[in-house]
């Protein structure tokens, strides 16, 4: 029998004693079975809760207590936003993940005029300290941990947090949750930058020696790997393009002479699971053990927790389809399942439509109880690491390892992840990959199915949220009053103070933007301070 199909990431095989080539989506050869002799260096006797961490960074695991199941939320007004957390916390969510609009993480205020038709739109608007309270009005910030998926602002929004707590009378001790705060993957593959690279990696490290001494229990950078991945990268870019750019902020953080194993600890990790099963569970085992070599072996660290790699895990957005909206539960039920036996820390489950719009609360709680049926019913939380040992498993984590380190060793011979980001190389590399993709896509030799296969002509579309237009107006006529009700003097001392500590570059930043706030200075207004200073960001375009 003959093959019938072949690319470079997807073979459709009649003959299993064919000699042609099965790869992964990330372009490891598959053979079609595996032994011991395909892993030299299986350790059979590595435990979990051990250097170098492969089987995971607790010794039991999701025996002794699950994964945080943190759905990401926010849309529309603070007002709304608030009652979607708490139908979240009233249906079992353990952890909240706040989404902010595009206004918001690119340093707008609501009524700025490059907002317009954006505000509220992909996440919720925040503008200013009324409404971060009313974002979290009635919810004990010392009983939860909350998750912002923020970057450019995030020393902004951190700071309305830290606020909002004090005005609960809950010390910023108590604080739980993280920043993503990862600038770097905003220049390769995202795009909501503000300032420079050089200016933008100051306030990230102000962010963790602030969080060090004042915020102990946050995390103050949650390095991704997400929209990389989502951009189009494979498995090992994923791993590879985040661990350069978590050593970059790791040496920023040196060199303003911080100690490796003050801050470490509270660093965290941001990963997608997509589709390929088996290799994204590879993937994660992988990455534990690489991050920790590189903690111990590179930056010489002591603490067992600045060796641990703790991540959070989001099923692709960019898998779910369109077209027949309930086949999405079955992709995130395979991609959370495989996040779960890779050893994830936490998890945010997509729902059905949101290739269409922001979810609805019947499609959000379908995906949170996605989660709650994988850890009480489907027995992979009895054991740790089950698949570990799997021949192939055990392969698939080695290759993953080993050519994972091919690309750090290139990057680091580049002079770092930043100038490998100045440089496009990053961007390059996704670039080239996504493509590969969506020609495959295109020649139907990667099936999507009810996309490019198994269509249905009779596909409905399902009933979808719909963001109430007049949201906007309400919510830059209550900007409006909040500017107007503030002591103008007030807030020029606090604007004037913000540019003359950013003109000083050992200034840390985090206390002058909490005073700015509590003088009730805007997000936009803290922005477009720092603009004055710190220039605005313009990607070099190359053809």
Known sequence: MEMVKKTKSTIIKKDEKTSDKVVTDSGVPVKRIYGLKDNKRLNTRED????????????????????????????????????????????????????????????????NPQSEGEVGRTGVAISSIDDMLTCFNGIPLDKVSTSMTINSTASTLLSLYICVAEAQKVSPKLL???????????YIARNTYIYPPKPSMRLIGDMIEYCSKYVPQWYPVSISGYHMREAGSNAIQEVAFTFANAIAYIETCLERGLKIDDF????????????????EIAKFRAARRIYAKIMKERFHTKDVKSQTLRFHVQTSGESLTAQQVDNNIVRVTTEALAAVLGGCQSLHTNSRDEALALPTEESVKIALRTQQIIST??????????????????YLTQQIEDEVEKYLKKIQKMGGALEAVEQGYFQNEIRNNAYRLKKEIDEKSRIIVGVNKFQDKTDVEPKLNIIDPKLEIKQIERLKEFKKSRD????????????????????????????????????????????????????????
């Not at 739980?176 to 905003?186: A, P, S």
């Not at 933007?513 to 720092?530: D, M, P, Q, R, Y």
Request: net charge neutral; hydrophobic share 30%.
């Open 48 to 111: 979990s809760g051990k250097y170098p961490f492969t089987r995971g960074i607790h010794e039991n695991m999701y025996r002794e207590r699950f994964w945080t199941m943190r759905q990401y939320s926010g849309f529309g007004s603070a007002e709304e936003t608030n009652n979607r957390f708490k139908f979240l916390l009233e249906h079992g969510q353990t952890g909240l993940s706040l989404a902010f609009d595009l206004p918001t993480q690119t340093g707008r205020d609501s009524d």
């Open 176 to 186: 739980r949750g993280t920043t993503q705060n990862d600038i770097l993957k905003e």
């Open 264 to 279: 470490a600890p509270r660093l965290s990790f941001f990963f997608c699971c997509t589709m390929e099963f088996l290799e």
């Open 377 to 394: 019913e489907t027995g992979v939380t009895k054991t740790v690491d089950p698949l570990g040992g799997s021949y192939y498993i055990e």
């Open 488 to 543: 103008s003097n007030k807030v020029d001392k606090a604007i004037s103070n913000l540019i003359k500590n950013a003109e000083k570059d050992g200034s840390n930043l985090m206390p002058h933007i909490i005073n700015a706030i509590k003088n009730h200075v805007t997000l936009g207004e803290i922005s477009t301070s720092f603009g004055t200073v710190f220039g605005r960001y313009e990607p070099k375009i190359s053809f």
